[in-house]
Every structure is written in C-alpha cells, then in structure tokens.
C-alpha cells in the first residue's frame, strides 16, 4: 500500500566498474510498491532513451539497465523514488573502463636497462631536469620516487611535505640519481619552491628562468625577491653544463581543475621562458589515485580510465601543451614497498624527458 513513504531495502554499491560495450545493471529492492520512479545522471534528471535505458520495477526489484556501456555512460547515476507520502534515493559511481588508448610499458627491467645504458651527449657530464608547479604538486616526491625506483628500496631525500598551503621546499638542491652501491646513472633533478597565488607569493618566476638559464648556484636559498645580476653569488656566464636541459612542470590530477588562473599563468611565463631557449618541456601529471578511484585500487588502468583521459585533457588545455607530452603518474608517498605499476609509468615518463634533454643538450650550440 501506499500509505507509507518510500524507502530502498537493499542499496546500490558505491562504486561499479563496467567494461565499454557491456550491459550495466543496478538493482535495488524497495517497498512499498506503488512508487513513482525517476533516474538522475550527476545529480541532473536523466532523459531515458529508447534501446539505451530500461527502467523496470518488478514487484519490489526495481532496476536501471544502461545497454552497450560507452564512455558517456559514465557518472553518478541515482535513483529515486517517490509517492505521495515522501521520497527516498539511493546512488552509485558507474565507471566505464575505455579500451587502453595509450601502452604501458611491459617491462620494468627493460626500462631500467635502457636507462642505466643510456649514452648521454659528451659535451655535459650529466642531464638536468627542473621541476616546477604549484606548491605541493609533488615535485619532491617525484624525485623521492624516481631515486626509489634506482635504489630499489623507498627513499626520502627530497623532503616531501604533508600537505599544507605554503612551499616545503625552499633551497635549489641538486638531486642525482643512482648512488655509488646501485650505479650512478647521468640524470640530476632540480626541486625549487611551489609556485602560489599572488605576485609576491611562493616561487618567483624569474628565478625559475635564471635557474633554467644556469644563473642560480646549488644550494641557494630562495629569498622573498628574485635573484639579481648584483648578487655575487649568481652565476654571471653559464655554460651548458650550469644549465637546465628540460623543463619539468608539475600539475597534480586531483587539483588541476581549481588550480587558479594565476599560479597557471606563473607557469605559462617560465614555459615561454623555456621555448624561447628552445628547450624542451613535458608535464607530469602526479596524484592519479586521487583522481580516478580505479586508479586507486588498479594503477596499471591509467590508460582505460575516463576521468584521466579528461584531466590530462585539461592539463593540455590550461598550459597549451600536446597530450603526447603529458605523462600521468603516482608517487611514492604512504608506501613502504615498491610497486611495479608505480615503476613502469615513471619510468616511461623519465624516459621521454632523457631523449628530449639528450637531444637538446646535442643540437645546442653552447
Ligand atoms: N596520493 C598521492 N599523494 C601524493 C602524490 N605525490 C605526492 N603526494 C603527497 O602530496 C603532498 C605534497 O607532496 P610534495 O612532494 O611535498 O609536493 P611539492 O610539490 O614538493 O610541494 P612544495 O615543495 O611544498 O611546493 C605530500 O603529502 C605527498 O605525500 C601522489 O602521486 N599521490
Ligand atoms: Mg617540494
């Protein structure tokens, strides 16, 4: 009878995760059964549509089917029902997994080899990579990683910060990688400040392009004002080998969205700053986990994951830079093992910023 308000009995799971072509089907039961029921897709009222959608109700089963999953079938789908007493609702993440639209690499020690054996340009005694981004975006923990993968054990050099809304990085610190025990491999990084909001906030933007340049000494702590010519510990007549050969900027997945057109635009003068030196430049696109929650349980999805595809998207969109130059990725930041799935997009990535610096470092004229 209909004298009660609604209410589900059984409720839907959190989360499905359905593979592109199949039947999606989400059932719940509910009592009474003189109900009126309707559909919401991301919290806005679904328009079912004829050999797409079936919504039934079965005695006390009711159930949306979604036929021939497909990416657009994604979202937050919510059902609810309702009668002249009151309402209830009951909701469900369906997350389409896509067709893999870019490969993983299948094998870590292939990569390591490839890495380790890499002959790099005689004219510098090693690559330098600088990363830049807003502040807490992962940079340390990049490298953090990145030394992991090379020690084969976690390291924690690269001071990484628990989150909070100021720089944890504030020297210019170089960071080798490899050790004497493990084999030292010819790739440095660079860690500066986190780019904030505001003009007299965070990282100063000429002092990224000094760094880019060779002008910043290692171990220079970043100062509320820029680095000038005047200071005599800047480096007046850089060589190549005091140089950046690649330009690392740093954008986390979970973040990208609200990131402030400022901090963004920071990050638009030091890229400019770097083609104008025709130096090379990729993105590395940190924190998947938190933005994809099969990513989180199954890294080695990064490529058949929606919601990736869109943040990498954005990350193209916002800085104006070619999807084939963004490497999504996580860091070691909670573990205390290492994963291969971590390892394998790292080191892909890694692998793409050596051939661009290597490359770089061999047609310039320095
Ligand atoms: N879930 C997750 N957390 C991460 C990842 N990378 C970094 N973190 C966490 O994010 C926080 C900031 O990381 P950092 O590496 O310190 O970031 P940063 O860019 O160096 O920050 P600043 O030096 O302060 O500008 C830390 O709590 C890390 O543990 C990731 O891939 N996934
Ligand atoms: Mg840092």
Redo the contacts with the bound molecule.
């Keep these: 009878m209909g004298n009660t308000a609604p209410e589900f009995k059984t409720h839907l799971p959190a989360q499905l995760i359905v593979r592109a072509g199949e039947r999606i089907v989400l059932k719940c039961e509910v009592n009474p059964t003189e109900i009126t029921a309707t559909v919401k897709k991301n919290d806005h009222e679904l328009k079912l549509v004829h050999g797409k959608h079936i919504l039934k109700q079965e005695v006390t089963l009711l159930s949306l089917e979604i036929l021939n999953a497909e990416e657009g079938d994604e979202g937050k789908y919510t059902l609810v029902v309702t009668n002249n007493k009151g309402s209830d609702s009951c909701s469900i993440m369906v997350i389409v997994e896509l067709k893999p639209w870019r490969a993983i690499p299948e094998s870590q020690d292939e990569m390591l080899n490839f890495l380790r054996n890499y002959e790099i340009c005689e004219k510098v005694p090693e690559l330098r990579f600088l ?1 830049h ?13 990145i030394k992991s993968i090379f020690e084969n054990r976690p390291y924690h050099l ?7 809304g ?4 504030l020297e210019y610190h170089k960071f080798p990688i490899g050790s004497e025990l493990s084999g030292q491999v010819p790739f440095a990084f660079y ?5 904030e909001e505001g003009k007299s906030h ?2 100063h933007t000429d002092d990224i392009i000094s760094a880019l340049k060779g002008h910043i000494p290692e171990d220079y702590e970043f100062q509320p004002h820029a680095m000038t010519k005047e200071d005599k510990r800047y480096i007046s007549d850089p060589t190549l080998r005091d140089m950046i050969h690649c330009l690392v900027s ?1 954008l ?1 997945a ?1 973040k990208v969205t609200i990131m402030s057109n400022s901090v963004i635009d920071k990050m638009k003068t030091v890229r400019a700053a770097a083609s104008a030196l025709g130096m090379p430049q990729m993105v590395f696109m ?5 933005a994809c929650p099969m990513i989180k349980n199954n890294l080695s999805k990064v490529y058949q994951s929606k919601k990736i595809k869109e943040k990498m998207h954005e990350c193209s969109n916002r800085l104006g830079v070619p999807m084939n130059c963004i490497f999504p ?6 573990e205390t093992v290492l994963s291969e799935s971590v390892n394998l997009l790292m080191l892909e990535a890694l692998k793409q910023i050596v051939i661009a610096a290597n490359d770089y470092v061999e047609k310039s004229s320095k």
């Design positions: 990363l981004g807003p502040v807490g975006a992962g940079k340390s923990s990049i490298i953090n990683t690269s001071l990484a910060s628990a989150a909070s100021k720089s944890f990085t860690d500066v400040m986190g780019l965070g990282m740093v986390p979970d940190t924190k998947v986990d938190e990725m996580k860091n070691y930041h909670e």
